[in-house]
């Protein structure tokens, strides 16, 4: 009993350390990209309707009952509050 | 004479001509100015799902459940006096659900009232952009109400771009302010909460929230974005008819702490790979108080074949490590001072899959004028600890 107690806060330490490795990672990612300047006459692709950094409308439901089924929620992926959620 | 007579008709339609051209350009601002229509969505869900893990039951039984959805949403648009546009969307969804779990409130019952239920919730949102500027300020209201619950939300938000326009910091703050009626597993209805009757009472649930974001073109195929929140809940945050079986057997109704403070970071791309491919991609790292942590991973490659018409297969994987107050059916004791058998809150992992579908020719969809766009998208979702689901949507867009 012990032991699998010890077993997954191993487990659980595992796991936020992989997270905080892998936000560390996809940060470096970011900050080693060099951006450069976009006039507005070159966002054509950009401004292509499938290049929005939102979800879809179409999406609602899905995002709905994965927030009602998953433990985390928020961070531009469907409300993170309100709703009852009971089923 | 007929010369003269004809040079000065000439002359005075010229005149005329000189006159009526700014009227006309000042015709056509005034009408941008008008509120006009942009566009319309009537989106229909349809979602069913199966499990054995029901949190009604604690942790045992079936999660059968349907609930089919259909929103409307109209979109309005106006330009005022200092050519700031102002952008209004009005929305109205109706879900009607059955769940066998709700049903087993009470284990005598067979189809009791708590088996189906009917949820209304219209929102309202406005948002005013100075292009000169760069900036963007907005608000909005929503309410949710069904037989058991209420939720009225608010909600602020402003946003600037960056001087070469390249890069977007925005905020929001957001709040939802919650009522649950106090429905107990019938067993367990006796002392505060009146047995049997139908004036059960309310209880609150709040939740206080603020949005970070920052868009960045990093090149003229790409784009980013990062997003953080920083979510408070307070008040009954369990649900009265979740049962916890302890290990000696004894039945009670799920307690969990009354505040909870969640943190998500994600960050989001877009990359038009070609006229034919665009990637977009999700990664999220959650984490509150209750020792809840996920990782979300989605992919989705957009297939254009023409202009018109595009296929975008999706994949997403979500790994859940449990809130420290979880246990499953009789493992709990007396000993615990929080405790649920809420298999959404257990260790799991899960995958979603699937395929969505737009077609937007030009002159109208099927023939029809005002169908600008038609969309389907089908996905399939399983859990490590046998949940199962299937949602098929379906989006007609109106212009």
Not at chain 1, 37 to 42: G, I, L, R
Not at chain 2, 15 to 33: C, H, T, W
Not at chain 2, 274 to 298: C, E, V
Not at chain 2, 333 to 346: G, I, K, P, Q, V
Request: hydrophobic residues 35%.
């Amino acid at each position: 009993m012990r032991q699998s107690k010890k077993k997954q806060y191993v487990s659980s330490v595992q796991f936020q350390r992989a997270g905080c490795w892998l936000c560390s990672f996809i940060l470096a990612i970011v900050a080693l990209l060099s951006c450069t300047p976009v006039k507005e006459y070159q966002k054509n692709k950009l401004n292509d309707s499938e290049m929005v950094l939102t979800n879809r409308k179409i999406e609602k439901t899905e995002l709905s009952f994965l927030s009602y089924r998953e433990g985390a929620s928020g961070a531009n992926a469907g409300k993170s509050g309100g709703g009852c959620g009971c089923n | 004479m007929k010369k003269l007579t004809l040079a000065t008709i000439a002359l005075y339609l010229g005149i005329l001509s000189v006159f009526a051209q700014p009227l006309k350009q000042n015709d056509s601002a005034y009408k941008k100015r008008k509120l006009s229509f942009e566009e319309a969505n009537l989106i229909s869900s349809y979602y069913q799902q199966d499990g054995n893990n029901s949190s009604i039951t604690g942790g045992i039984g079936t999660e059968k459940l349907t609930d089919l959805s259909t929103q409307f949403s109209i979109k309005l648009t106006k330009v005022d006096r200092k050519w700031r546009k102002h952008t209004f969307d009005l929305e109205m969804g109706i879900d009607h659900y059955t769940s066998a779990s709700s049903d087993r409130i009470d284990l005598k019952a067979n189809s009791s009232a708590s088996y189906n239920d009917t949820r209304f919730y219209p929102s309202a949102n406005w948002s005013m952009e100075n292009e000169k500027k760069g900036t963007t300020v907005g608000a909005g209201g929503s309410l949710s109400v069904e037989f058991d619950y209420v939720s009225v939300g608010g909600q602020f938000n402003a946003s600037k771009k960056t001087k070469d326009k390249s890069g977007e910091w925005g905020v929001k703050v957001f709040t939802y302010l919650d009522n649950l009626k106090m429905i107990l597993p019938v067993e367990l209805r006796s002392g505060p909460f009146i047995p049997r009757g139908t004036q059960y009472p309310w209880t609150d649930r709040n939740t206080f929230g603020t949005s970070l974001s920052y868009t960045q073109i990093v090149n003229t195929k790409l784009q980013l974005a990062l997003l953080a929140d920083v979510i408070f809940q307070q008040g009954f945050l369990g649900l009265p008819f979740h049962r916890v079986y302890f290990s000696d057997n004894s039945v009670h109704m799920e307690n969990l702490p009354t505040t909870r403070w969640k943190i998500p970071v994600s960050l989001r791309f877009s990359y038009f790979a070609s006229d034919h491919l665009i990637l977009r991609g999700y990664y999220r790292y959650y984490q509150d108080d209750w020792d809840l942590s996920a990782h979300t991973l989605s992919i989705e490659p957009v297939i254009k074949p023409t202009a018109f018409f595009s296929i975008s297969p999706f994949y997403r994987l979500y790994v859940q490590q449990a809130t420290k107050y979880f246990a499953p059916y009789q493992v709990h004791t007396a000993a615990n001072r929080f405790y649920t058998s809420n298999f959404d809150l257990s260790s799991f992992t899960s995958h979603f899959f699937g395929s969505g579908m737009r077609l937007a020719t030009p002159g109208g969809v099927l023939g029809w004028s005002k169908l600008s766009a038609l969309e389907l998208r089908y996905g399939h979702y399983t859990r490590t600890n046998n949940l199962v689901s299937d949602v098929i949507s379906l989006n007609l867009t109106l212009r």
